[in-house]
């Protein structure tokens, strides 16, 4: 069964960045995705960045994409997501997750059908971005 722990969520300033980490334990198959989402109070849950295992292949929303950056390191089994410029916009429960039957891009602006694809799931970090 794989855990999934994430940590690294904090209040921060308009303008300023944060650095998300997740621990994963349990098999990591190459052929997943791992993905963060956030979810604000009201909205979907949104698929912000992904990263395919096997070819490292990864995607962003338009919401963030030039301003996060999503990274693993396969032997830790660990994955990161580097928030720049954050934006009040930016303020939610952000999770790390794990979608071990990828058919098709890891996140797509689908919302909640793009969270529908993951199984596992962490107990989610807070980022508040204040101005």
């Known amino acids: 069964q794989v855990q999934l722990v994430e940590s690294g969520g904090d209040s921060v300033q308009v303008g300023g960045s944060l650095r998300l980490s997740c621990r994963a334990s349990?098999?990591?198959?190459?052929?997943?995705?791992m993905a963060w989402f956030r979810q604000t109070p009201g909205k979907e849950r949104e698929g912000v960045a992904g990263?395919?295992?096997?070819?490292?292949?990864?995607y962003y929303s338009d919401s963030v994409k030039d301003r996060f950056t999503i990274s693993d390191d396969k032997a830790e089994q660990a994955l990161y997501l580097q928030m720049n410029d954050l934006r009040p916009e930016d303020s939610g429960t952000y999770y790390c997750?794990?979608?071990?039957?990828?058919?098709?891009?890891?996140?797509?602006?689908?919302?909640?059908?793009?969270?529908?694809?993951?199984?596992?799931w962490g107990q989610g970090t807070q980022v508040t971005v204040s101005s």
């Open positions: 990263i395919y295992i096997l070819t490292d292949a990864i």
């Open positions: 997750a794990h979608n071990p039957h990828v058919t098709g891009p890891c996140v797509s602006n689908a919302g909640d059908r793009d969270a529908a694809d993951y199984v596992h």
């Open positions: 349990g098999y990591i198959r190459n052929k997943s995705c």
